[in-house]
């Protein structure tokens, strides 16, 4: 709840920051930073000998990835960003000497930027139809829908394979974009002492379904205007208690 609270709502809005939540379990919504985190996690794993000292190589790391030309803009970073060759704060003589030479053919800083656009568009569509590929429409909600949500059980050590894979009912309470929906308790059906509200994108929801009422095929509607008392098949089902009762009195009194 750390990016939910009170608290930080109050923050974003003194600072002007606008604050984009994404669905729960929906790591995809945030592609941007979680592709830079586990490039960062994997660099911090090459240059750090213990878990103490992670902090002292992050400068180094940071300078790594914004002077680094990407693979798809053709670009570093930092060309995208200033107009200008910055220093090499690793003191890597080399890589200084490369950035000098290039300082007289460098482009314009909006050429750069048009050309890093165009060609991450171009990403995104080729990566877009990629994944609608293995993908089928998601099904859509209306407010006041009951739904399922998907179970995540908690580690206890115990094994969790018979674990139910949804649970629920819950109830949608606001639509948003992209898929997602606003979930919350039913009222009158709090779980627990806090009320249930968060956001599940689609693919996380499955409609609430009831069972449905028993029908007897063998009856038809005419039967329905009978007498209650007399209805068919009830009769030689209690005569056959009866029965069982008679024989058992008579062998009691045999006996």
Known sequence: MAFTSHNFVEYCKLNGIQHIQTA???PRANGSIERINQTVCKCLRANCVSDSDWDTAIRD???TLNSNTNATTKYSPNDLIFDFRLRDVVHNRLVQAIHDEA???????????ERATKAIEAEQAKWKQRFDRQRKK???YQEGDLVVITNVAPSTGFPRKLEPRY????????????????VEDIEG???RQRR???VFHAEHLKPWCTAAPFLDNDTDGSDNEEDPG???????DLSGVAELSQTSNRDHNDG
Not at 103 to 113: A, G, K, L, M, T
Not at 167 to 182: A, E, H, M, Q, T
């Open 230 to 236: 007399n209805v068919p098949g009830q009769e030689s």
């Open 61 to 63: 790391i940071q300078w």
């Open 138 to 140: 998601p099904s859509q």
């Open 103 to 113: 300082n007289d053919s460098q482009e314009s800083i909006d050429i750069r930027r």
């Open 24 to 26: 729960v379990r929906t």
């Open 189 to 191: 059906l709090q779980r």
């Open 196 to 198: 249930f509200n968060s």
């Open 167 to 182: 649970r629920g009912p819950y109830v949608i309470s606001k639509v948003l974009r992209f898929d997602r929906y606003v």
